[in-house]
């Protein structure tokens, strides 16, 4: 069973908003997954129609040990685990005046062990992971937002480990893992925002391996089926 975590959590929640303004946001309802039964009903809708940015600036000189550096900046997200039957309606959507955006600097020196840095922009994320005899996953997502916006600047020098730079940005992001016998899943996805995702990396004297990486990506999903047998 697996489930991706995620450390931001920058969300709106409006579950009492009017149905004609839901429908200009493109929120999606699904009665048919709403009726009563034993189990988990998890209805969950969010709009996000303002800004959210993260800034991370340092400066690392002399360390023992590891470093590690995290930055992220999300419009909605959701995380649902269960154990029992669940049926999942999810809408999320992010509007066409919020910026979702994260930026880091840092510069590492002097590092006995092994330095990570890791920077993520994510404008919709969603991850439902259950085990039980039924799982029904319905989500709609929508990105209207101007860019979702991943920026990484350092400058890393006399390592003793391994040094790994990774940029992610992602519009809509689905993850939906079980291994009940009955999981139905219908995903819709849309992205209609510029999604970027930017990484300048110097790395000098690193015992270690060396690792770079930058991805930008509009929609993903991804379904993880379990043999029962």
């Known amino acids: 069973m697996k489930s991706f975590k995620i450390l931001l ?4 929640l409006a579950l009492s908003t009017s149905a004609a303004f839901a429908q200009g946001v493109g929120t999606w309802s699904d009665s048919s997954q709403q009726s009563s039964g034993v189990g988990s009903q998890i209805l969950n809708n969010q709009i996000n129609l303002q800004t959210n940015w993260s800034s991370l600036t340092g400066s690392v000189d002399t360390v023992g040990g590891d470093v590690v550096v995290q930055g992220n900046a999300a419009g909605n997200l959701v995380d649902v685990t269960t154990m029992n039957d669940t049926r999942v309606t999810n809408n999320q959507t992010v509007g066409s ?15 006995w062990g092994s330095v990570g840095i890791t920077n993520q922009a994510i404008c919709n994320g ?3 992971s259950t085990d039980p005899i039924l799982t029904a996953v319905k989500s709609n997502q929508a990105c209207h937002a101007m860019d979702p916006y991943s920026e990484i600047n350092t400058n890393i020098s006399n390592i003793g480990g391994n040094a790994v730079i990774q940029g992610v940005a992602v519009g809509n992001k689905l993850e939906t893992d079980s291994n009940a016998p009955n999981f ?13 995702s930017n990484v300048n990396a110097n790395v000098f004297n690193a015992a270690g391996t060396v690792g770079l990486s930058s991805s930008a990506v509009g929609n993903t999903s991804q379904v993880l089926h379990y043999s029962t047998n």
């Open 9 to 12: 959590a920058a969300s709106v």
């Open 97 to 111: 005046n919020a910026t979702i955006g994260s930026t880091v600097a840092v510069d590492v020196n002097n590092v």
């Open 126 to 128: 969603a991850s439902v």
């Open 184 to 196: 139905p899943v219908i995903s819709r996805q849309l992205n209609n925002s510029g999604v970027v």
